[in-house]
């Protein structure tokens, strides 16, 4: 494995850092400002995220999540990583390069799986960034993080399909320009346990469809993406909605959350090492008991282990991008579910440092970390909790023991 940048990916690198440096870093505080003075907050679009995105496009810094060079800028999942991470630094980064969960996700999915109907209808004004998206698979009522528990229900009447059900953390359904989205539920009960489960498309404004509520992560509504808990109520579709056909909703889900793990897992690299710089920054400014807090030995432990943590986890993230590529996701699972681990409880431990330099500021609106710390800690939960991770890490690791000593005479 060699992970050393190549002369192309190094040209991506220097273009988005200035971008980063140039448009993304000093909006912002711009960013907060309009969504702030916003009556509601999840009504409209601060102009500066439009500005940006327009800035982007003409940059040529668009759709570089999309291996597919039809769609999107043809690099592979290795090539990809160093600038996932760059976006990663900033929370409105991913938007502006069209980056940005749950919409990455869904046009892999309609790339992948998706009729050219449905690429024309939905594909197409993703890609573009006049529309977004959302993902329905989360359901209140059970255990979300075993997927066969889905409930909802998805019944062929003549040439509709009628929905019923309930979700929730459907991440993007707040935003005012939200119009599609993909529902995950179940099409027949009695099928093999993996293949009840079948996918459509359902536009949000469907009669029946009803968002309920927006849900804050410790009090942070992410407007005006957000989070929300929606009801379908008889909602009825047209029968060429369905994705690949039905029972397929398992295997989608799949293809679908390789990808939106690792990517999850680029950007929290980056947002570690913004903590990090914020840390470093703070405890070269401020004095306690005579000495710069940057002389203090447990600060010191903090930065270095800070350090040491956040390559560790990139090595990771690069072993299992680079597996993506030459094996495929279904052979790279073992490796995408160890970096869903390892990136979020990484950078929490980082984030936590620097919240804890900054002292009371730390936990305040004043520094991005607090922030951070928020929307990270979801992703222990999000794409799978770190015990289903763990639980697949094992039972992989077992299987390959197991055969090892079966093949090799040093085991009997």
């Known amino acids: 494995m060699n992970f050393t940048y190549s002369e192309k990916v190094e040209a991506w690198r220097e273009k988005l850092i200035q971008f980063m440096e140039e448009v993304v870093y000093p909006n912002e505080k711009v960013f907060k400002e309009q969504l702030d003075a916003q009556p509601d907050r999840f009504a409209d679009i601060p102009p500066i995220m439009e500005e940006m995105k327009e800035k982007a496009k003409k940059a040529g810094l668009w759709n570089l999540f999309l291996p597919d060079s039809e769609y999107g800028s043809g690099l592979t999942n290795l090539e ?23 919409d990455t996700g869904n046009m892999e999915v309609l790339v992948r799986y998706g009729t050219k109907e449905q690429q024309d209808k939905w594909l ?7 529309i977004r998206s959302t993902f329905c698979m989360t359901e209140p009522q059970v255990a979300s993080s075993d997927a066969t528990n889905i409930e909802a229900d998805i019944k062929k009447d003549g040439d509709q399909y009628v929905i019923n059900g309930r979700k929730w953390w459907s991440s993007g359904a707040g935003d005012p320009r939200c119009e599609i989205l993909i529902f995950m539920g179940k099409t027949d009960v009695n099928a093999q346990r993996h293949r009840q489960q079948s996918m ?55 293809g679908r959350l390789g990808p939106g793990r690792i990517h999850h897992c680029m950007r929290i690299i980056g947002a570690a090492e913004r903590a990090l710089e914020v840390l470093c920054k703070r405890v070269e400014e401020r004095k306690t008991f005579g000495k710069q807090l940057s002389e203090q030995g447990v600060i010191r432990e903090w930065i270095a282990n800070s350090r040491i943590e956040i390559e560790q986890a990139r ?35 980082v984030i936590d440092r620097a919240i804890q330099s900054l002292g009371a500021a730390g936990v305040s609106e004043d520094f991005p970390v607090a922030n951070q710390y928020a929307g990270i800690r979801t992703l222990r939960l999000a794409d799978g909790p770190d015990e289903v991770h763990r639980q697949a890490v094992a039972k992989l690791e077992l299987g390959e023991q197991a055969s090892l000593r079966e093949n090799n005479c040093l085991y009997n």
């Open 200 to 254: 459509i498309l359902v536009p949000l404004n469907t009669p029946g469809v009803q968002v309920e509520r927006m849900l804050p992560v410790f009090g942070y509504d992410e407007a005006p993406h957000g989070h929300a808990e929606i009801t379908f109520d008889n909602v009825r579709v047209p029968a060429k909605n369905i994705l690949v056909g039905e029972g397929e909703g398992f295997a989608i889900a799949q």
């Open 124 to 130: 197409k004004p993703l890609l573009e960034g006049k």
């Open 80 to 102: 990809y990583a160093p600038l996932c991470e760059i976006m990663g630094r900033s929370p409105i980064a991913p938007e502006v390069f069209n980056c940005a969960a749950p």
């Open 315 to 349: 090595l990771l993230v690069l072993k299992a991008a680079d597996m993506m590529d030459k094996v495929g996701n279904k052979e790279a699972r073992k490796e995408i579910a160890m970096i869903k681990v390892v990136a979020p409880n990484m950078a929490l431990k």
